[in-house]
């Protein structure tokens, strides 16, 4: 199995509402991330789990809550989002959380706060 | 900061045609990754190239690195619709940099015209 799955692939969301973002990958990667892209835009890194602990946390709001139950999943949290968090979500895992090794990028999730 | 810089931002090209994209970065590097994302999908892993290497082959893609002038090219020929996508350069700097993260350049939008 060579992919990264995230779920849902499309969501919609009141700026109330709780949600979560899932990605599961079974290559045996030890790190994942979460991205963030807007239109036209690059990628923008979120959070970075090595070997299941949040290593890097790049100043993303509390409203954004990345939880790592185990080494193939990974979840992001959602609560009390603004419009402006309406982006594609990329899930991506590596062989370590170097960057030595190409990423592998699940499709991402369309998310669209209203 | 951002460590790569595309180039050009977007690019028509005739089927059949090569297409060439160039990317620019500003400090040292390790290696150097090329990424294809079709529209609203994932990115995918092209080619990784380090920096002891010049030029590196994957079926019709062709990368080439020149550490002096800190650029990279990324040539894919005989051209297909397929071909049609952004594409995107990352560098990381290596291990002993506490940034210690792949850095996405701002993308180059391919089209290839029928």
């Known amino acids: 199995d060579t992919e990264v799955t995230q779920t849902p692939k499309h969501l919609v969301m009141g700026m109330t509402n709780k949600k979560s973002l899932k990605c599961e990958q079974h290559?045996?990667?030890?790190?994942m991330y979460w991205y963030k892209q807007k239109a036209k835009k690059p990628p923008e890194l979120m959070f970075v789990?090595?070997?299941?602990?949040?290593?890097i946390n790049e100043s993303v709001p509390s409203r954004f809550s990345p939880e790592c139950p185990n080494s193939s999943l990974l979840n992001l949290h959602l609560h009390a989002l603004q419009p402006e968090d309406s982006a594609l979500y990329l899930c991506?895992?590596?062989?370590?959380?170097?960057?030595?090794?190409?990423?592998?990028f699940g499709s991402g999730t369309r998310l669209t706060v209203v | 900061s951002q460590q790569g810089e595309e180039d050009p931002q977007a690019l028509s090209i005739q089927e059949g045609e090569n297409a060439t994209m160039n990317c620019s970065y500003k400090?040292?590097?390790?290696?150097l990754q090329w990424y294809r994302q079709n529209s609203g999908r994932g990115l995918v892993h092209l080619i990784l190239i380090r920096s002891n290497e010049r030029e590196k082959h994957s079926g019709r893609l062709r990368v080439t690195l020149d550490t002096s002038k800190k650029s990279s090219s990324l040539l894919i020929t005989a051209s297909r619709a397929a071909d049609t996508a952004s594409y995107f350069c990352?560098?990381?700097?290596?291990?002993?940099?506490?940034?210690?993260?792949?850095?996405f350049g701002k993308g180059t939008r391919l089209h290839i015209l029928p």
């Open positions: 990352a560098t990381w700097r290596g291990p002993m940099n506490r940034d210690d993260k792949i850095i």
């Open positions: 400090t040292s590097i390790n290696n």
């Open positions: 290559m045996g990667h030890r790190a």
């Open positions: 991506a895992s590596s062989r370590t959380d170097r960057g030595n090794y190409g990423y592998t």
């Open positions: 789990y090595s070997y299941e602990k949040l290593s």
